[in-house]
T-cell receptor, first 115, second 112 residues
Framework: AQSVAQPEDQVNVAEGNPLTVKCTYS??????LFWYVQYPNRGLQFLLK??????LVKGSYGFEAEFNKSQTSFHLKKPSALVSDSALYFC?????????????FGSGTKLNVKP | DAGVTQSPTHLIKTRGQQVTLRCSPK?????VSWYQQALGQGPQFIFQ???????QRGNFPDRFSGHQFPNYSSELNVNALLLGDSALYLC???????????FGQGTRLTVV
């Protein structure tokens, strides 16, 4: 079975500082990993994905994520946080190669960026 | 491109009633999935439609049903509403060849 875990309910960071939002996964087969962001009363916006290739994945709005197979992690990072990055972040694993929009989501991490 | 659109945006229903939520996928997308997001939780997969048939189903009771039309739009129906059905319902669409899904803004259902 596929699953992801986001161990932190909330992450607080000062504007301009680097941020990390943690995610670990458990999959059978190859991992198809995603990060989505959700603003209040809104749907999910795609940030980035790892399917294959380089372990460092670059995505939207300056975000990047590092895939670590040995640690089964896919942490989201940004070198310099903005107040506008404050939102709810979800890590997700897709259910295999061919289930194109069937995802298992983590419980979410609320990111607070303070001025 | 309007992206994935859902209607209505908000809905209030009484226990025992039935509700229909609607989703128009992103232009050209032929696969639609529905998710339930309870307050403070991540989205949970309900089911997926492709070629007008339910292809995958999550751990939801038969009170949850759906439909996909020839133009790829989709409906989610929930019968005999319970208080616990109160949630944000999200629709996602994708092309079968793509690897990312696009989500609508959701329908906030409140059951009283």
């Amino acid at each position: 079975a596929q699953s992801v875990a986001q161990p932190e309910d909330q992450v607080n960071v000062a504007e301009g500082n680097p941020l990390t939002v943690k995610c670990t996964y458990s999959v059978s087969g190859n991992p198809y990993l995603f990060w989505y962001v959700q603003y209040p009363n809104r749907g999910l916006q795609f940030l980035l994905k790892y399917i294959t290739g380089d372990n460092l994945v670059k995505g939207s709005y300056g975000f990047e994520a590092e895939f670590n197979k040995s640690q089964t992690s896919f942490h989201l990072k940004k070198p310099s946080a903005l107040v506008s990055d404050s939102a709810l972040y979800f890590c997700a694993v897709r259910d295999g190669a061919y289930n194109f929009n069937k995802f298992y989501f983590g419980s979410g991490t609320k990111l607070n960026v303070k001025p | 491109d309007a992206g994935v659109t859902q209607s209505p945006t908000h809905l209030i229903k009484t226990r025992g009633q039935q509700v229909t939520l609607r989703c128009s996928p992103k232009s050209g997308h032929d696969t639609v999935s529905w998710y339930q997001q309870a307050l403070g939780q991540g989205p949970q997969f309900i089911f997926q439609y492709y070629e007008e048939e339910e292809r995958q189903r999550g751990n939801f009771p038969d009170r949850f049903s759906g439909h996909q039309f020839p133009n790829y739009s989709s409906e989610l129906n929930v019968n005999a509403l319970l208080l616990g059905d109160s949630a944000l319902y999200l629709c996602a669409s994708s092309l079968t060849r793509n690897t990312e899904a696009f989500f609508g803004q959701g329908t906030r259902l409140t059951v009283v």
